[in-house]
């Protein structure tokens, strides 16, 4: 099994950043990719970015780009999630999600982190 713990939500003003850390434990050689996805109240809950795990490969939606950069650290099995120009629309419980493929979908994905909320004032 894998183990995801999530760090770095909180409240913020629009235009902050925060960074979410994401580290991975247990049985990481199965990982090939992590994303990071979030979930706003009363909706789905839908990827923000991917990356693979050897190869670096990214994907970030659009609503994102420019903002929100999303990068790993294999030596300490860590994901990252820098966030810039935060915006009251990224108000969401944010999860970081490792799996075998790089997909957008999150049945892609088998293991979970608890989330951490992010919250961005106007």
């Known amino acids: 099994q894998v183990q995801l713990v999530e760090s770095g939500g909180g409240l913020v003003q629009a235009g902050g950043s925060l960074r979410l850390s994401c580290a991975a434990s247990?049985?990481?050689?199965?990982?090939?990719?992590m994303g990071w996805f979030r979930q706003a109240p009363g909706k789905e809950r839908d990827i923000v970015a991917a990356?693979?795990?050897?190869?670096?490969?990214?994907y970030c939606v659009d609503s994102v780009k420019g903002r929100f950069t999303i990068s790993r650290d294999n030596a300490k099995n860590t994901l990252y999630l820098q966030m810039n120009s935060l915006k009251p629309e990224d108000t969401a419980v944010y999860y970081c999600a490792a799996g075998k493929y790089l997909r957008v979908g999150t049945r892609s994905y088998d293991y979970w982190g608890q989330g951490t909320q992010v919250t961005v004032s106007s």
């Open positions: 247990g049985r990481t050689s199965s990982i090939y990719a």
């Open positions: 990356i693979s795990w050897s190869g670096g490969n990214t």
